[in-house]
């Protein structure tokens, strides 16, 4: 009787450790089809958010604006971590169709698969006139 035991015990022991093996390969099986990418994407779009409000707030939109200038402008996208690319694009608020000001970040010609685009809206005062601007940043990973 005390043999009977002992095999019920080890088959079960068997088919509990077979089942748990078998919970885990499926778990990494499920883990490993989750990719990398789409985070990506979602912090693609937080980084591009976050570029054009720090050239909105540091006064780097409107001071190219007012001058017509895009140096500021591509100095500070160049200062950006090399994986991320971006290209910054003002237009006149009246004429929306030409850009005015137009800046691509050194080394990134070409678009990548996923781009991520924010805008704002500018107001520039220049003494009596008031003018408003849109600001499109794109940004996509090299």
Sequence with gaps: M????????????FLSVTLIILFILL???YL???S?????????????GDEI?????????????KQSSSEMILSALNDTPNSYCFSLTVYDYSSALAPIIN???SGCAEKGDE?????????????SDI????????GWVK
């Excluded at 005390?2 to 019920?8: A, L, P, Q």
Aim: proline share 0%.
């Design 115 to 127: 781009v991520s685009s924010v805008e704002r809206s500018i107001v520039s005062r220049n003494s």
């Design 53 to 65: 409000a720090v050239l909105e707030k540091s006064g780097l939109l409107e001071d190219a604006i």
């Design 103 to 105: 800046s691509v970040k």
């Design 131 to 138: 003018n408003f601007y849109i600001a499109r940043l794109e």
């Design 2 to 13: 005390v043999e009977e035991k002992g095999f019920v015990l080890t088959v079960d022991s």
């Design 32 to 34: 490993t089809k989750t």
């Design 36 to 48: 990398v990418s789409s985070w990506n994407v979602v912090d693609l779009r937080l980084i591009v």
């Design 27 to 29: 778990s990494f099986f």
